[in-house]
């Protein structure tokens, strides 16, 4: 659903209320996903200690939560908005506290309640392969998993190290994943135990090959056939099922991406001795992420730029070094790869390994008995708009077809393949509508000034030194205070407030209460999303109940509070205080109302600010059977947005008058400004609070 | 823009005392800018009311709704439920909200949930005042804008009176003396003669005195309304 | 110069100092005490006594009916007139009646507000200010009032009254510029003499009688009585345009209570004395000392 200019009652109506509204615009971490996760969404979870619910939204779009938690290349953090701010929102290590913690057992598994569509075999059971069986699973179909390896995963279980991925974490969505109806059988090689043609004569309705880059790229050069010179791939393979490898002592990797990187500080911790990567880009043209370098260059990767091997040096036998020539350029005008040598500028540097790292390339043996066709540069023959290979009802995702990518980008070409296959298989023309609701623009610098700076969550690390001998994991998980504290960074970019224009009367007061000054009056209030942080101040005290807020609802609260009273002990002279608590600062169990020590009597209900809470919410309480209420607001300042506190007291003594010309009176409501101070101080003033009201 | 202030809740439930289902009808116009009678305050004043009524244990729902003004027929399509099932509409709208919808609901009590007290405009966040009298005759190009009949407590025409001091008028030491600052912006203007000029009394046919009173634009009326006008 | 149509206008015509007074009628039907005091201590003392109107919004005996009743006593009295009560119609009115009753001076006044007084419930009326009250009188002179007839011409009186017509200032106020030029449309509206509201600061009155002579209009400059420091400190605290200085609120404090009067009467004089030069008379209002009256006088002209 697209963004559908200005919101009125009647288009509100239309879509069934403010559900829709997430829809009209994306955030740019939403955007930017490749499988488009709700991050808003799952981060505002974990800000409130739901884990569960979380990590279930995460794996609504992200099959490989825990995967993605520890390597993905988070393009989400690059485009949080906050980076215009301070620094952006940990969401990849967020991501990671929240899906470990919770691991298979801490997912909810929503099977189709039948599974009796037709079968579909899926050729590979990395990420675009697991990913295509999970949605087929979710529609009903039975896919079945084919794997060459022992193991299930792709390139998470054989090419990634395992100090970046340890495989128990590999283990939780694999796990998560097949517990949704799909079989995988492991150490089956298609286009050798079996065939695609085979597997459709077996009566299975569609094929997914989804066999992506399992090999290196072999360089044509003299000496290149030696034993010791090793295919970055096999070689990483090797190192992570724990076979044995001829390695020597002094290993140089050709190549300048991330494989190279994770080759070389595989090696390191293989054999001891010396590393050193050599490329032909220069240290700003290295695909490499910048992280990946830096490690390396950590643990003691040496490196050596802007050479390309001519020959591997033997004698004896042995290899005994690599002459490498000088790069003068890498990339051309156009910036296509198109390397440029001197072949007077020659270096021999020493080494007795090479590992290649110089690109990956696809096993086609699965083509072996089928009619799969491919290009002239040998790639499979695929139609990128519906996935369909030249053979009707054979498919392709992932790696297999796309260039190199990463796990994610893999997820959401295997889910775009199992949609393709769901069309095909029940008749109708494959169109798959890749249309995205617009992204949120950037954030201005004035608004971007007024949002509270918040340091980014620092990820404990092994140092250096420790990490080079072993194989255990480098970045250590947040823990849940850092992951609450991480969480509540984030801005709700798209959440926030929407006018409905038929209502607005432009009072200015929007205008005026908010903190960052957004609103612009003109016939109406206009709020633009690119900028609301979703405080819900003006929500609060808009007259004619003419804003919304798209990522939450005012009648969510009051039916919270309805619960909450209901929970409270009923019967003649049991006390009934609601206390609305501003959660900013609060620990999970507080969220969860799991404290085990209320106060007798109180109801505490946790907010992400008091911002949002309105004079009519309080009001609600009451007339929902609440004696009194406890607004417990954070210390002047230490508020997640900036004058909450100050507009909380107006909104204190207003209700308060409002309920004494009801006769209920005086200071029915109680304002504490404790929520910031711990909750020793917190509990204390709650408790006094509501002794006070039992006395009135 | 008009500006109404709501009512004692005392008063309001003396007024519903024979009524059981009430709709408290908020207006979308001046009363939301001004933010005294609005949705949210038709909302506000049915919680009071509630709990009012369960504290003194009387039989009393209320419902709310808001539409976008309450001095214009057409809006009344808006309504969600039809006013003639209630006991009474408690209208937040000022006065011209209220006559006006006693008159559409001529069998249904329309009840006024507001003091309507001035016409005004907003000089501070949550201040508003007043700023003119609606009398018909304005005179505000020579007072430099300034109101003499809104903004001088005795509504004067000839300038100041003796009970000025220090700019405020006797009424309240919190009330600006209109004319002084009247004097003083046409000081600041180099007009000064305009307050030379001795003014007429005024023609308070044109006010009040002339009793009620209607514009009618002929350009604007209906065909069968503009024959009638000819006949 | 005209002929004199009242004692009070023949007097200042004359050239010689005048002293007016002034009473305030009781609220309620027993006017005996307040003729008494004018008859005892005012006639023949001062040139003329001024009755108040619903002064300072407290409900009283009419001005009008006190002010025949001090004619037929002998003393020539001014009928204040404040627009706060009554509309052009009924001012008008008034004004006949006046003049039917043989009351010859009226002062026009706006009048102090309704909240100030004991009916702060009472609707304010002010249809016409002291300008336009003025300008009413001069019209009735005239022959003629405010409406019109059938035809749209001005209606006709039969008989027309005549008036010496006064209007008031306050030569003190913190807006004195704008009361010059509230006063400038008076006296184009007609007023020909003026009685200043109280003033006890003798340099300030001659500076503004100095920014006044173009109007060439007799002066009688206020003064009210000082009966104690505490009333003198409430007169600066709260009534406009009065400012008593800390040196004469010194004196009273120090003085015994007995003394006051003495004091009281000694300080008008003192007054009077360094404000005669610039004026043409002195109006004394006493709030109830009127016995003291002959005294202030008689220490003035000394």
Request: include cysteine; charged fraction near 25%.
């Amino acid at each position: 659903m697209m963004h559908d200019g200005e919101l009125t009652s009647g288009g509100l109506a239309a879509m069934g209320g403010a559900a829709g509204l997430m829809q009209r615009q994306w955030a740019p971490c939403r955007y930017h996903c490749p499988v488009h996760a709700d991050v808003r969404a799952y981060i505002e979870l974990i800000a409130r200690g739901q884990y569960r619910s979380a990590v279930d939204v995460i794996r609504a779009n992200l099959p490989f939560a825990c995967v993605c938690g520890r390597i993905c290349h988070h393009p989400c953090e690059a485009n949080c908005r906050r980076n215009d701010v301070d620094e952006p929102v940990a969401i990849r290590e967020l991501k990671r506290f929240v899906a470990e913690l919770q691991g298979a057992a801490g997912s909810t598994v929503r099977k189709a309640p039948v599974q009796d569509k037709a079968r579909v075999a899926v050729v590979g059971a990395g990420p675009a392969g697991l990913a295509a069986a999970l949605d087929l699973a979710r529609m009903g179909y039975r896919p079945v998993a084919f794997e060459k390896f022992p193991v299930a995963g792709g390139i998470p279980a054989t090419a990634v190290p395992k100090y970046r991925l340890p495989r128990d974490v590999l283990r939780h969505d694999v796990e998560w994943i097949l517990s949704h109806g799909i079989e995988l059988r492991t150490g089956v090689e298609i286009g050798a135990d079996q065939t695609i043609d085979g597997l459709l004569a077996e009566g299975f309705a569609a094929v997914i090959v989804a066999t992506g880059l399992p090999k290196s790229r072999a360089l044509n050069v003299p000496g290149m056939d030696h034993r010791r010179v090793l295919g970055a791939m096999e070689f990483l393979t090797a190192a992570a099922m724990d076979r044995p490898m001829d390695v020597g002592r002094d290993v140089l990797v050709i190549g300048g991406g991330n494989v190279a990187m994770d080759a070389a500080r595989t090696a390191l911790r293989l054999g001891g001795g010396r590393v050193r990567a050599m490329c032909l880009e220069n240290e700003q043209e290295m695909p490499a992420w910048a992280w990946e370098r830096r490690e390396a260059e950590e643990e003691g990767v040496g490196f050596i730029r802007r050479r390309g091997p001519a020959e591997v040096l033997l004698r004896g036998g042995e290899i005994v070094g690599v002459k490498a020539r000088k790069v003068t350029r890498v990339f051309d005008e156009a910036g296509r790869f198109a390397p440029l040598y001197d072949d007077a500028d020659v270096i021999e540097p020493d080494c007795d390994t090479v590992v290649l790292a110089i690109g990956q390339q696809a096993d086609m043996g699965f083509a072996r008995g089928s009619g799969l066709a491919a290009d002239d540069r040998g790639r499979l023959v695929y139609d990128p708009a519906t996935h369909e290979t030249s053979v009707p009802g054979v498919f392709a995702c992932g790696e297999i077809v796309t260039a190199p990518g990463s796990v994610v980008e893999a997820c959401a070409h295997g889910q775009r393949a199992a949609a393709a296959v769901d069309m095909y298989l029940r008749g109708v023309p494959v169109r798959i509508d890749d249309e995205l609701p617009p992204a949120i623009g950037t954030i201005s610098q004035e608004v971007g000034g007024k949002v509270t700076k918040v340091a980014r969550a620092v990820i404990a690390a092994r140092p250096a030194a420790e990490r080079a001998g072993c194989f255990a994991e480098i970045d250590l998980t947040m823990s849940e205070a850092e992951a609450l504290r991480e969480s509540r960074r984030c801005m709700s970019c798209g959440g926030g407030a929407e006018v409905i224009v038929d209502k607005c009367a432009a009072c200015l007061t929007c205008l005026r209460v908010c903190p960052f000054g957004i609103p612009v009056v003109t016939d109406v209030a206009r709020i633009s999303s690119d900028l609301c942080q979703a405080c819900g101040m003006c929500i609060a005290d808009c007259p004619a109940h003419a804003i919304v807020a798209r990522s939450w609802s005012a009648e969510d609260l009051k039916a919270a509070t309805d619960a909450a009273l209901g929970r409270l002990p009923a019967g003649e002279g049991a006390r009934r205080v609601v206390a609305f608590v501003c959660g900013h600062h609060a620990p999970a169990n507080a969220w969860r109302g799991s404290l085990d020590d209320a106060v007798g009597g109180v109801a505490e209900l946790y907010l992400p600010s008091m911002a949002r809470l309105s004079t009519e919410q309080v009001l609600h309480a009451f007339e929902a059977g609440a004696d009194g209420v406890v607004v417990v607001a954070c210390r002047l300042g230490a508020d997640r947005y900036p004058h909450a506190t100050e507009r909380v007291r107006k909104r204190v003594t207003a209700v308060n008058e409002m309920l004494a010309e009801a006769g209920l009176g005086p200071d029915r409501v109680q304002l504490t400004e404790t929520a910031s101070q711990g909750r020793a101080a917190m509990r204390e003033a709650i408790a006094a609070a509501a002794d006070r009201i039992a006395a009135l | 823009m008009i500006v109404a202030e709501r009512k004692p809740l005392d008063e309001i439930l003396n007024m519903l005392a024979p009524c059981k289902r009430v709709l408290a009808l908020g207006c979308g116009g001046c009363v939301s800018v001004c933010l005294t009678g609005g949705e949210k305050q038709a909302a506000e004043l049915a919680v009071q009311l509630r709990l009012a009524a369960r504290r003194k244990k009387l039989d009393l729902a209320v419902e709310v709704d808001c539409i976008t003004r309450q001095c214009d027929r057409e809006f009344l399509t808006n309504l969600k439920q039809d006013p003639r099932t209630f006991d009474a509409v408690l209208s937040l709208a000022c006065g011209c909200g209220v006559g006006f919808l006693s008159e559409q609901y001529p069998d249904v009590p329309v009840l006024p949930a507001m003091n309507t007290t001035f016409y005004g405009s907003n000089t501070a966040p949550g201040v508003w005042e007043e700023y003119c009298r609606g009398c018909g005759d304005c005179v505000l190009a020579w007072t430099a804008g300034i109101c003499p009949v809104a903004k001088c407590s005795k509504s004067l025409l000839n300038g100041i009176c003796g009970g000025t001091k220090d700019g405020k008028c006797e009424v309240n030491p919190d009330m600006e003396c209109g004319w002084s600052r009247i004097y003083d912006r046409l000081a600041e203007l180099g007009r000064l003669d305009e307050m030379r000029k001795l003014r007429p009394p005024r023609d308070y046919r044109k006010d009040r005195g002339g009793g009620v009173r209607r514009l009618v634009l002929a350009s604007m009326t209906a065909d069968d309304q503009t024959q009638e006008a000819k006949e | 110069m005209t002929e004199p149509i009242s004692n009070l206008q023949a007097a200042l015509q004359s050239g010689q100092f005048v002293f007016t007074g002034e009473i305030g009628p009781p609220k309620g039907t027993n006017v005996a005490p307040c003729l008494h005091e004018a008859e005892e201590f005012l006639k023949g003392t001062v040139a003329a006594v001024n009755v108040t109107d619903i002064q300072t919004a407290v409900m009283r005996v009419g001005s009008l009916a006190i002010c025949r009743l001090l004619k037929e006593r002998g003393i020539e009295p001014v009928f204040q007139m404040v627009c706060r009560d009554r509309n052009r119609l009924a001012l008008q009115s008034d004004l006949l009646s006046a003049a039917v009753l043989g009351i010859r001076n009226v002062l026009a006044l706006t009048g102090d507000h309704t909240t100030l007084g004991d009916h702060p419930e009472a609707k304010p009326v002010y249809d016409l200010d002291s300008a336009g009250l003025l300008e009413a009188i001069v019209n009735l002179e005239g022959g003629h009032d405010m409406g019109h007839d059938m035809k749209g011409k001005p209606n006709v009186l039969d008989g027309a009254p005549s008036f010496f017509k006064g209007c008031c200032v306050t030569p003190c106020s913190s807006s004195v510029e704008a009361q010059i030029i509230k006063l400038e449309l008076k006296v184009a509206a007609g007023a020909q003499f003026v009685q200043t509201q109280a003033v006890y600061e003798p340099q300030r009155f001659e500076q503004f009688m100095r920014q006044i002579e173009h109007l060439k209009v007799p002066v009688l400059v206020g003064i009210v009585m000082l009966k104690s420091a505490g009333m003198a400190k409430y007169m600066n605290r709260s009534v406009p345009g009065v400012s008593v200085p800390k040196a004469l609120i010194q004196r009273l404090a120090d003085a015994d209570k007995k003394d006051l009067p003495k004091v009281s009467t000694a300080i008008a004089a003192e007054l009077v004395r360094a404000m005669r030069p610039c004026c043409q008379g002195a109006h004394l209002m006493t709030l109830g000392w009127d016995r003291h009256v002959p005294d202030i006088i008689a220490q003035a002209t000394a």
